[in-house]
């Protein structure tokens, strides 16, 4: 099995900026594409940004040219910075990996982490 673990989220005034980071563990062939979703109270869980094996990056255009997706040197970490937040940003970031993995025989699957809360306000 895979398990995705977030850290990073809080509080933060308009303007300010936070940090996500989601870290995969587990029974890992291949990861093949690692992202972030969110959803604010009473809307449906939306893509803010997702990057690939190969490294293409895909940004909401909500947030481009405020957030950068990175990931660390094991690829199987990635990292959120969020600038310039806005209180429109306030919702629960999940992370989601597409994940080749091992049990038997290898397949592909999606795996989400348990979210993190990110609240901007004044």
């Known amino acids: 099995q895979v398990q995705l673990v977030e850290s990073g989220g809080g509080l933060v005034q308009p303007g300010g900026s936070l940090r996500l980071s989601c870290a995969a563990s587990?029974?890992?062939?291949?990861?093949?594409?690692m992202g972030w979703y969110r959803q604010a109270p009473g809307k449906e869980r939306e893509l803010v940004v997702i990057?690939?094996?190969?490294?293409?990056?895909n940004y909401a255009d909500s947030v481009k040219g405020r957030f950068t997706i990175s990931r660390g040197n094991d690829k199987n970490t990635v990292y959120l910075q969020m600038n310039s937040l806005k209180p429109e940003d306030t919702a629960v970031y999940y992370c989601?990996?597409?994940?080749?993995?091992?049990?038997?025989?290898?397949?592909?699957?999606?795996?989400w982490g348990q979210g993190t809360q990110v609240t901007v306000s004044s």
């Open positions: 587990g029974i890992i062939v291949s990861i093949n594409a």
């Open positions: 990057i690939t094996n190969g490294g293409t990056i």
């Open positions: 989601n990996a597409d994940v080749t993995t091992y049990r038997g025989g290898s397949y592909r699957r999606d795996y």
